[in-house]
């Protein structure tokens, strides 16, 4: 079959690897797992949503792709408590896996995102899950690629036509048989439905990403399973993801209505949004150990959510629809193109 049929088969199909309601953690280790000053970060981006929208009486706070409900559980405890902000937070799970036992009772959970959203929309490690089919380069043009479910094994199959070619040409030019591109074009429609969800706010897409004029030659289909990387065997076993093309993502959440635009690194951003990864003062630790040990620690969580080898190198879509896009992000220093990448549509950040 297909790769975007057998993805979707093997992750969400009966039986399938998110819809047995498996821990993440269990397999592969996110930003939201590593640490709760990730959830800080993303409070911190609530607040300014938060005094963009003029301190609305409902704040919506969604997780797409929620799991465990680890995130929006760590960004309601530090938000406490009190009518400045925590009491107006309405916390929305979006995930297809069941509601977990002992999750907080200020999350609503659901299949999909709310229709309409007045708030904050975060994505983390989303999008790289959502199906695509795979083309090949071969000597009469891109084919898609066949994969079988069971073993992995590969072939390939009917030219790739329509949407998928329009995108292929677009958003993933092929030069030399042999080379690969995942065919992103339902993760640019997936964005672009939250886009369009949003009356005012802000929606976040965190992803490993790559950008025209840089995409892999391979591709970058993989697998995921008990903490560790395995073959790409769509059977049901074990997470299948594809890396994002982020740029193609940010075009798509513009034409769908985002009237301001950041696509940055997630090292870039966390040091905006106050996550500096800078040690303590020496002289704090005779003065008061206990305190010292305490923000060393947070200087050492910081420091790998930001580590440009690591999660520091992930891609950070920021789209704002309705509301300026926080200072902290636009205070970023733009920076220019990949080679040969097209310019996007609408006021952009880089």
Same mark, same amino acid.
């Given at each position: 079959m297909t790769w975007r049929a057998a993805m979707q088969q093997a992750l969400y199909g009966s039986g399938g690897f998110y819809q047995r309601g498996e821990r993440p953690a269990a397999h592969f280790r996110t %930003?939201? /797992? =590593? %640490? &709760? #000053?990730?959830?800080? $970060?993303?409070? &911190?981006?609530? #607040? /300014?949503?938060?005094?963009?929208?003029? /301190? +609305? +009486? #409902?704040?919506?706070?969604?997780? @797409? !792709?929620?799991?465990? !409900?680890?995130?929006?559980?760590?960004?309601? &405890?530090?938000? !406490?408590? !009190? +009518?400045?902000? &925590?009491?107006? @937070? =309405?916390? /929305? $799970?979006?995930? @297809?896996? +069941?509601? *977990? *036992?002992g999750a907080d009772d200020r999350i609503t959970w659901a299949a999909a995102p709310p229709d309409r959203i007045t708030g904050l929309v975060v994505a983390s490690e989303w999008l790289d899950n959502i199906s695509l089919d795979v083309a090949e380069l071969g000597p009469d043009g891109p084919r898609l690629v066949l994969v079988d479910p069971g073993t992995g094994a590969e072939r390939t199959g009917p030219a790739v036509t329509g949407t998928d070619l329009a995108w292929q040409r677009r958003w993933w030019p092929l030069g030399q048989p042999g080379e690969r591109a995942e065919l992103g074009h339902p993760r640019c429609a997936a964005w672009a439905d939250v886009i369009g969800r949003l009356d005012r706010g802000l929606a976040l897409a965190a992803e490993y990403g790559h950008r025209l004029g840089s995409r892999p030659p391979c591709g970058t289909i993989a697998g995921y399973l008990d903490g560790r990387p395995v073959r790409p065997i769509p059977d049901g076993s074990r997470d299948i993801t594809a890396h994002v093309a982020i740029d193609a993502c940010a075009a798509a959440g513009i034409a769908a209505g985002a009237t301001q635009t950041v696509l940055t690194t997630q090292r870039a951003a966390l040091r905006a949004l106050g996550l500096t990864g800078c040690r303590p003062p020496l002289s704090q630790a005779s003065a008061d150990p206990a305190g010292y040990l305490a923000r060393l620690h947070q200087a050492a969580e910081e420091a790998e959510l930001t580590d440009p080898a690591g999660f520091g190198a992930f891609s950070w879509l920021v789209q704002a629809v309705g509301i300026p896009l926080p200072g902290p992000l636009q205070r970023l220093a733009p920076g220019g193109r990949a080679a040969g990448e097209p310019a996007l549509t609408g006021p952009v950040l880089a």
């Open positions: %930003s939201v /797992h =590593t %640490s &709760a #000053r990730y959830a800080a $970060a993303v409070l &911190a981006l609530l #607040r /300014h949503t938060d005094a963009a929208l003029g /301190h +609305p +009486p #409902r704040l919506d706070l969604v997780d @797409i !792709g929620a799991g465990q !409900g680890e995130l929006l559980e760590q960004v309601l &405890a530090l938000a !406490g408590t !009190g +009518p400045a902000l &925590a009491e107006r @937070i =309405t916390a /929305h $799970a979006a995930e @297809i896996a +069941p509601r *977990p *036992p």
